[in-house]
């Protein structure tokens, strides 16, 4: 009895293999006669095989240009043509399934082969390898260890050893070493390659020096090996003694090595000689055009700010890629912030020459340009080159998207944001974070604090750079519940050891009105640096505690830590807080003649501010007319408060007169001039203003009383009945000050004349007042312990200033106000800004 025909394994294979453009004819109707079915009309339609170099050419085909509907197709042909390939055919088409990444149905063809050689089992072992999959890869190196009809060979090892670099896994890759050496296949040069190649990337630097020094024979490529393996371990110095000592043995010094070295140049600081050194060699062997080397060059003089160097460099090159463009546009844009837009929009103008010549930007391209534009505030232009990045198809790319998230956002165009940040993968944490630190600029702190809940809920990982900008926006917020939690979070994380979080958490805490929990926070950061203390100094000033401030930086200063401009502007706040006019001025002239600090308007305004806290309005104007910024608004309404304060009123007038002005479509100047014309009895005037305000539709900004309390933020507007908790918040107001009245002594006191005794809220002065409103739920909500803070978008009126002084006296309790003056810390009957604000 003959056996039966046994059909090839690969004819078992899944049916789109075999039909990769078709789809399964439905099963034959049970009437239809047999001769009809599709099965027979199969065989009926058999074709005729092609020649096995045809079938070899369409297998190199798909390989080199990773086709897998070619590769599916020619195995599709042997299939219904009834061919059955020889060995040499089947590693080609293992092959191309494993190059085109099909490792899956690679592996059902390799399970089927009636015989295998090394080709096959380094195909297999090199396939996974390329994937990524190295615990496969070395799975199916011992399966050809065990196979008794193969011997492994040089190129077995080479890829295992490539697996094993890959996936960083240096003892699978130290064993698979000791099987060469002990098989004898370690003596040659290919394989001592691959072993410096593996401990290279494993980060072993010291196996590789020592393969190399062992190694009995030597190539230009394991030379070349070396020298990367010192340029990726970040030791340029030791990288540029390993290119002179290969030009003392005689190696010839090829792309590859003058490339590898020049980019580990370009990591050196304060190292010009080395720069011209290496220029210079690559002159003499010839390779000062070769566009590998000449990026390279571009890119070492392009970092260390020679960019006129990096120019000649590119000039002279023929044949520009869009490599070489990549290096030069990316030198325009690690100019920092210091030359001028002039001279960053060059690398625009690139982009432009680029685009000319046909040559195809690719994705390192158009983040470098956008980059540019962001730097130089070019929205215009960067949305030119966001249309590119869309026709290219590049919108998937996080670094794109990143940098179109920033350039936006700079702009303030935060919802152009939003959708480059929905249109982008978001895999890795760095987008969120832009994002969030988009939506903290334009303002929109809730928004920053949803996006972190919806990134946790995703189970994405934040850094410390997200729980820095999480920190910012609790500090806009100034919510005292969430930012505990936050705090928290960053502790249970490990976050909190970075100083980076540290000093965040101390301007978290500051603005919340928690001194004692900033303290706590800079007293814990390990690495303090010059924002620590800077922070901590502006603590203590804008919370009432100027000494404090003022020992601290002193402190500061006999520790020997470097001092900036933000450092002297918090000095400069405490000491215009208490008053302190001579030691304010020679701080100012210390920054000035002894730093060579040049004062900016935040400066000048403290110093404003200082003199018209000691009554020296005059001298106030004449430091401001010699700064040199006279049309900047900041100062003037430095100067409009001294003013108010000492009652200067005509000055006043006069100041109110520049700053509309300097601010004509501010309705807070409109505000601000029709009090000043009131107050100074100019009644026709003020009338006049009001007038103008109501011709051009300017509203006034509504005054805002927000806090946090049980969890939930409670806001309340100057004015606004509409709130639901309004009501039993003035019954709790209007008992707190008749209580406050008859266990106090300032009954005659014009802040009775509030009229708290009315009934009706809306006919009430005291629901202009929020702040009052807030405090009184705040005092019936907290513990009789816990402190209220209230946090307010306007300055307090005066009124509302002297009945919160009587609050915290008759409820012996904390009241805690900032506005966006300055803090205002209630107790005992007195407030932290001794009245002056």
């Not at 190539?219 to 090996?225: A, G, I, K, M, P």
Request: contains cysteine; charged residues 20%; glycine residues 8%.
């Amino acid at each position: 009895m003959l056996p039966q025909r046994q059909t090839p394994p690969e004819h078992r294979l899944p049916n789109h293999l075999a039909h990769p453009n078709q789809t399964p004819p439905p099963p034959p109707a049970r009437s239809r006669p047999p001769e009809a079915s599709p099965r027979h009309a199969r065989r009926r339609l058999r074709l005729p095989p092609l020649e096995p170099s045809v079938y070899s050419g369409l297998l190199r085909r798909a390989s080199r240009t990773r086709s897998l509907a070619l590769a599916r197709l020619a195995h599709s042909h042997m299939l219904r043509a009834g061919y059955r390939p020889g060995l040499f055919l089947r590693n080609n088409l293992l092959a191309a399934y494993s190059r085109c990444g099909d490792m899956r149905h690679a592996r059902l063809l390799f399970d089927g082969m009636p015989n295998r050689d090394a080709v096959s089992w380094n195909t297999l072992i090199a396939g996974y390898s390329s994937q990524g999959s190295a615990r496969l890869a070395l799975g199916a190196f011992r399966d050809a260890r065990r196979d008794v009809a193969v011997a492994v060979d040089r190129f077995t090892y080479a890829t295992v050893l490539a697996a094993c670099g890959s996936a960083r896994d240096g003892r699978s890759g130290r064993a698979a070493h000791g099987l060469a050496v002990v098989s004898g296949l370690a003596r040659t040069s290919f394989v001592t390659n691959s072993v410096i190649d593996m401990y290279a990337k494993c980060g072993m630097i010291d196996e590789v020096r020592l393969v190399f020094d062992r190694a009995q024979e030597r190539d230009e490529v394991s030379w070349n090996l070396l020298l990367l393996a010192y340029v990726r371990m970040g030791w340029p110095e030791v990288a540029v003694n390993v290119l002179v000592w290969m030009h003392r043995s005689g190696v010839k010094l090829d792309a590859f090595a003058l490339g590898g070295i020049l980019k580990a140049c370009s990591e050196l600081k304060d190292s010009e000689d080395v720069r011209m050194m290496l220029h210079g060699c690559v002159v003499k062997v010839g390779l000062d055009l070769d566009v590998f080397v000449g990026s390279a060059m571009v890119d070492m003089y392009a970092k260390n700010g020679g960019l006129e160097e990096a120019i000649k460099v590119f000039d002279c090159i023929p044949g520009q890629n869009v490599v070489i463009y990549n290096a030069m546009i990316a030198g325009f844009a690690r100019l920092g912030n210091e030359p001028c837009p002039e001279i960053r929009i060059e690398a625009v103008r690139l982009y432009a020459n680029l685009l000319q010549k046909r040559i195809r930007p690719s994705k390192f391209t158009l983040k470098s340009v956008l980059e540019v534009c962001n730097l130089t505030n070019a929205v215009r232009c960067g949305r030119q080159i966001h249309a590119h990045v869309i026709l290219g198809g590049f919108e998937d790319d996080e670094f794109i998207g990143n940098a179109l998230i920033n350039l936006y956002a700079k702009a303030q165009l935060v919802d152009d944001s939003l959708r480059c940040f929905h249109r982008t993968p978001k895999q890795e944490i760095f987008t969120w974070t832009s994002m969030i630190t988009a939506f903290v600029q334009d303002g929109h702190s809730f928004k920053a604090l949803n996006l972190f809940r919806e990134l946790l809920y995703l189970e994405k990982e934040p850094d410390q750079f997200t729980m820095s900008c999480v920190m910012n926006a609790c500090s806009a917020l100034s919510v005292p519940i969430t930012c505990e939690q936050i705090h928290c979070y960053a502790v249970k994380s490990g976050f909190d050891q970075f100083t980076l979080c540290g000093n965040s958490q101390i301007e978290m805490y500051r603005c919340t009105g928690d001194l004692k929990a900033a303290k706590k926070t800079f007293e814990k950061i390990s690495c303090l640096d010059t924002f620590s203390w800077s922070q901590m100094i502006l603590s203590y000033a804008v919370h009432g505690h100027e000494r404090e401030a003022l020992l601290l930086f002193k402190k500061m200063f006999d520790c020997g830590v470097i001092v900036n401009k933000f450092t002297f502007l918090a000095v400069l706040i405490a000491c215009s807080h208490q008053g302190l006019v001579d030691e304010g001025f020679r701080h100012y002239e210390s920054m000035v003649s002894d730093y060579g600090f040049v004062p900016d308007v935040n400066h000048i305004a403290c110093m404003v501010d200082l003199l018209g806290h000691v009554g020296k309005v005059a001298d106030a104007e004449d430091f401001i007319m010699r700064s040199g910024l006279e049309n900047d608004a900041v100062l003037w309404h430095a100067l409009l408060r001294a003013c108010r304060i000492n009652g200067d009123k005509n000055r006043g007038v006069k100041i109110g007169e520049k700053l509309m002005t300097l601010e004509p479509s501010a309705a807070s100047s409109y505000v601000m001039l029709y009090s000043l014309y009131m107050d100074a009895g100019k009644i026709s005037l003020a009338m006049r203003t009001r007038g103008q305000m109501r011709e051009r539709g300017m509203t006034k900004e509504a005054g805002i009383s927000w806090a946090e309390f049980g969890g939930s933020i409670h806001q309340f507007a100057d004015g606004d009945n509409s709130c639901s908790q309004k009501p039993e918040s003035f019954t709790r107001l209007e008992e707190l000050l008749v209580r406050v009245k008859q266990k106090t002594e300032h009954g005659g006191m014009n802040v009775w004349e509030l009229g708290f005794q009315a009934r009706k809220v809306g006919e009430n002065s005291i629901s202009k007042h929020g702040e009052l409103l807030v405090v009184a739920l705040g005092l019936s909500t907290l513990p009789n312990t816990a402190p209220v803070r209230v946090m307010k978008n306007q300055n307090m009126s005066w009124e509302s200033h002297e009945t919160l002084k009587l609050l915290s006296e008759g409820e012996n309790r904390e009241i805690i106000i900032r506005d966006p003056a300055r803090f205002h810390h209630f107790s005992q009957g007195s407030c932290s800004c001794r009245d002056y604000w």
